[in-house]
């Protein structure tokens, strides 16, 4: 019976470890442009086959200094995505008709490394659905390491 609550006890805490994510954004050491581009093109395909840029708009969460973050809205935008930034430098508007304009999907990434076995790591976060895909460095190019993980 110890064993089985203990297991249970294990489980719970586990999956708040892995649910419970306060932070986003770029969490690479430092890596060459070519790399984050590569992934934020790839990220944008996915969120076209899922989010029609006509129809959909985006409400990025975060800033976006990093190489991948400005890459991403860079691209989104030419695809025509509507998106509202977080620009840091600029006063907050709080006036109801400001907030109440702009309504979209949430958007938030991360972007981190496995370091024991050598991949990179992106999730995208979409409202409260996320999709993850794994990148591996292969002569000096990275490439995806496997299909998109939906969670809905």
């Known amino acids: 019976m110890r064993k089985i ?12 470890c892995a649910t419970i ?3 986003y954004g770029n969490f690479l050491p430092p890596t060459p442009a070519s ?10 395909k996915q969120l076209l086959i899922l989010y029609p840029p006509g129809s ?3 409400n990025l969460q975060q800033t976006t200094p990093d190489n991948f973050g400005t890459t991403l809205v860079e691209l989104m935008r030419a695809k025509g995505y509507a998106l ?17 304009s702009y309504t979209g999907l949430a958007l938030r990434y991360i972007l981190d490394q496995v370091n024991s076995l050598n991949l990179y790591r992106l999730t995208l976060l979409v409202g ?4 993850t895909r ?3 460095v292969q002569d000096s190019t990275v490439h995806p390491a496997g299909l998109w993980s939906r969670k809905e």
């Open 35 to 44: 790399y984050t581009k590569t992934m934020a093109e790839d990220a944008v």
């Open 56 to 58: 959909t708009r985006f």
């Open 21 to 23: 994510q306060s932070t």
């Open 84 to 100: 509202m930034e977080i620009k840091p430098e600029l006063p907050v508007q709080r006036s109801n008709e400001a907030t109440n």
């Open 5 to 16: 609550t203990l297991i249970a006890l294990l489980l719970v805490g586990l999956s708040g």
């Open 134 to 136: 794994a990148y591996r």
């Open 128 to 131: 409260d659905q996320s999709m």
